[in-house]
DNA sequence: CTCGTAGTTCGAAGTTCGTCAAACATCGTA
DNA sequence: TACGATGTTTGACGAACTTCGAACTACGAG
């Protein structure tokens, strides 16, 4: 069963906390890149698939992506709508200080 | 010895964590309130002091405050300068939706 | 010098986290 | 029906985290 947190129940420190993961950051960038759904097999993490379940599971109770289910695949996407609206901004931010500090490369 | 990263060596992962736990985000917006400086003791957090003291210096080590000693008192500040040098903008959406969360109660 | 204040350091205890391997469930296809 | 692909669940493990109390350091005031 996926559950997923209401638009007005998602907190700002499990975003955090979320997003303070190497590997989480990562997806979340790589979702706003792709700006639709993806499979979870398509990310380039290096590790294994359950520990990518594990990961995707803490994203989704922060309420951070959305997933459904299709067949075998399961999709992931984005909540921007629900972040943007609860959180004005935070997201982009966090993605473009992700996207910056990979640039530079510190 | 009080040990600060230099600027360019703060890391989007380090801020997110230090401010993923409510002790801290909580003293991040108390400072962010203040302006300039405080004393450790005059922040409103139901830890012992011992605790305090670790979360100041989790807060430090990533970047987030700055802390000098003066006499007996030791002086907490934003690194406001830094980090919106470094990650444009991303403090303030923190700080921002801190307070709504809080405002809302949520 | 002694006392109180401000804060740190040092274990200890319990919790949470990140990771993996093994076994499992589910669906489409040969 | 059997197989391969996709992804989950479970259980384990060490590492990291949060918290506390007790002992400690450093300073100013009386």
Redesign the pocket.
Known sequence: MISHPERNQIQLEGVL?ALS?P?RLRIALELAEAGGER???SFECA??????????K?LREAGVIRQRQE????LTSLRRDDLDARFPGLLDRILQAAEEEAVVGA
């Open positions: 906390h993961d590997v499979r979870c097999g590790v294994t698939k359950s520990t990518m379940t594990h990961h995707f803490v067949a075998t695949l399961r």
